[in-house]
């Protein structure tokens, strides 16, 4: 039976689901390729064919590109629908950089390497008129941004009991989706910070939620669902709470000894962001297999292993599912697409800003799906 929106959000009706989505700029496309086995699946399993991941899942939050998935999925769009819109989307957002040679762009050029009024454009394209408050958005949605100004993670919720939602010190129901889903995509460097109007006629600076521990913002939506501060109030136990978690895929790093001797301050600069945000992403791994029995769990190293039947609490918390790929040429060449990758290949398959390579990533996606077990679900 297809669930109201109050019964998403009540506590009472279990079990409670949730779907986690990674940043990853234009790389949400090799998400996309998981999503749409996660929709066959579950479609196969529930019998219905027209079964949307929204009527599954009571709870869909992402970071950055993430978010900008989950407002589209939460909004009663089929896969199909998202990746139609996404591969328009990302086409425009990221097809042409500012140039520094040109007067009228060369200021801005030095804010940002891309045009926010393309990605805003797009946005509002996608998602009209709709507000974090609308009957238009059909389960729990959590977009994951950071607030610059104060340097904290906002997750932006829809639950009408939130402490920000319509209240005196906060009225986000009435923040355009567009607008949050820009604050969660506002990469420094890449775009300019996006101003919304917080209430109260204060204004906050929002930049990318990727600039947090949060870029996988599985844990997060853990905190949201559970936590006495936040409205949901659901419990914590294998039976009454599922977490699955998509990834972006991740480079994995292999530097000869030299090479980190001798490197310069750029290259230190150009390495370190996704140093820090494969860190956070790890942590978060470690954390929720730590909590739960995974069937999904991944070896971590030689001393915690895969954490089997090692529980934070002497016993599993929730049930959590975690899918992602590595992005090296053994992975990619094992997918069999006839075609060879080579470190060329991986490098531009790498960057979250090559939108040329989406439909690619989402055929990386799909490939690399096609190994999930419907046993999970």
């Not at 986000?172 to 460097?189: C, G, H």
């Not at 209430?199 to 939506?221: E, I, K």
């Not at 853990?222 to 480079?251: C, N, R």
């Not at 090296?328 to 398959?349: C, I, Q, R, Y």
């Amino acid at each position: 039976m297809k669930k109201t929106f109050e019964q998403h959000l009540d506590p009472s009706i279990t079990p409670k689901r949730i779907l986690s989505l990674d940043g990853g700029g234009i790389r949400g496309a090799l998400t996309l390729g998981y999503l749409k086995q996660i929709e066959n699946i579950l479609r196969e399993k529930e019998n219905n064919p027209g079964l949307l991941l929204c009527d599954y899942f009571d709870l869909i939050g992402g970071t950055s590109t993430g978010s900008i998935i989950a407002a589209c999925l939460a909004t009663g769009m089929d896969v199909d629908a998202v990746v139609q819109s996404y591969m328009t989307l990302g086409g425009k957002i990221f097809g042409k950089k500012r140039t520094w040679w040109n007067p009228l762009e060369t200021w801005k050029f030095l804010k940002a390497e891309y045009d926010y009024v393309a990605l805003e454009q797009s946005l509002k394209d996608v998602f009209g008129d709709i507000t974090l408050g609308s009957d238009n958005i059909k389960t729990g949605l959590c977009i994951v941004a950071k607030r610059a100004d104060t340097n904290s993670v906002w997750p932006l919720i829809n639950h009408p009991k939130g402490k920000f939602f319509d209240t005196a010190i906060g009225k986000n129901k009435d923040i355009p989706l567009w607008q949050a889903v820009r604050a969660s995509s506002a990469a420094p460097t890449y775009f300019a910070p996006q101003m919304i109007d917080v209430g109260n006629g204060q204004r906050a600076a929002f930049v990318d939620g990727g600039v947090s521990m949060a870029n996988n913002p599985a844990l997060t939506l853990l905190m949201v669902a559970t936590l006495k501060g936040f409205p949901f109030h659901w419990q914590m136990e294998e039976d009454k709470l599922t977490i699955v978690s998509v990834g972006t895929g991740y480079s994995v790093f292999k530097k000869q000894t030299g090479e980190i001797e001798e490197a310069w301050m750029k290259t230190w600069a150009q390495s370190v962001p996704d140093m820090l945000m494969q860190d956070a992403s790890w942590q978060n791994q470690i954390m929720l297999q730590w909590l739960s029995n995974s069937p999904t769990r991944q070896y971590v190293d030689m001393e915690i292993e895969s954490l089997q039947d090692d529980y934070i609490a002497g016993k599993p918390m929730l049930k959590y599912l975690r899918y992602n790929f590595p992005i090296t040429e053994n992975d990619l060449n094992g997918l069999g697409l006839g075609k060879t990758f080579t470190p060329v290949d991986v490098a531009s398959l790498v960057e979250m800003s090559n939108a040329e390579n989406r439909e690619l990533l989402y055929t990386i996606g799909t490939a690399a799906a096609a190994n999930m077990e419907a046993v999970h679900f």
